[in-house]
Antibody, heavy 114, light 110 residues
Framework: QVQLQQWGTGLLKPSETLSLTCGVS????????WSWIRQPPGKGLEWIGE???????NYNPSLKSRLTISLDTSKSQFSLTLTSMTAADTAMYYC????????WGQGTLVTVSS | QSVLTQPPSVSAAPGQMVTISCSGD????????VAWYQQFPGTAPKLLIY???KRPSGIPDRFSASKSGTSATLDITGLQTGDEADYYC???????????FGGGTKVTVL
């Protein structure tokens, strides 16, 4: 079965860029959407965006100007880049498989602090 | 402010049933598949229901869901202490071209 393992920087200063990557094992990246979702401390889930196996993307309108999601099929991984980070972006970030998030990564706590 | 509306909390005694509602509109719940997630503190959410009422392998049939118009519901029957968690609904919003979630509902077993 598909498993997701994510990695990336967890502590950033304001204005820096967040980079996270999610590795896919136990299955192919083809034929699925791949998503990023975040959860601020003590709050609910917020969808960040998704990419399909063809490279097509959909982004949360509130993040679209700062967000890039990419897919590397040769490495079976997909990535998130979010620029101009602020304290409001502090959250647990999750990668997930599919639009219905059938499988989740373990999460990466991202803290933005000066 | 979440696009989908859920009650902040519900509670019941062990063995009883709780129902969690998820209210949206014609651009999301009414026209797209709804999923439900269970999240325990400090862990990633887990898919509980997909395509409105289907359970992934391994999810007990104590968890069931339905949808009517712009509202979806999740029922948990035979409530157990291990069901204490946060529950979220989510679906695609055709107007926003984005996935939207409810604010989450905390289930407490009395």
């Amino acid at each position: 079965q598909v498993q997701l393992q994510q990695w990336g920087t967890g502590l950033l200063k304001p204005s820096e860029t967040l980079s996270l990557t999610c590795g896919v094992s136990g299955g192919s990246v083809r034929g699925s959407y791949w998503s990023w979702i975040r959860q601020p401390p003590g709050k609910g889930l917020e969808w960040i965006g998704e990419i399909n196996h063809g490279g097509g993307t959909n982004y949360n309108p509130s993040l679209k100007s700062r967000l890039t999601i990419s897919l590397d099929t040769s490495k079976s991984q997909f990535s998130l880049t979010l620029t101009s980070m602020t304290a409001a972006d502090t959250a647990m970030y999750y990668c997930a498989r599919g639009r219905n998030a059938s499988t989740w990564g373990q999460g990466t706590l991202v803290t933005v602090s000066s | 402010q979440s696009v989908l509306t859920q009650p902040p909390s519900v509670s019941a005694a062990p063995g009883q049933m709780v129902t969690i509602s998820c209210s949206g509109d014609t651009s999301n719940v009414a026209s797209n598949d709804v999923a439900w997630y269970q999240q325990f503190p400090g862990t990633a959410p887990k898919l509980l229901i997909y395509e409105d009422n289907k359970r992934p392998s391994g999810i007990p049939d104590r968890f069931s869901a339905s949808k009517s118009g712009t509202s979806a519901t999740l029922d948990i029957t035979g409530l157990q202490t291990g069901d204490e968690a946060d529950y979220y609904c989510g679906t695609w919003d055709s107007r926003l071209s984005a996935v939207v979630f409810g604010g989450g509902t905390k289930v407490t077993v009395l």
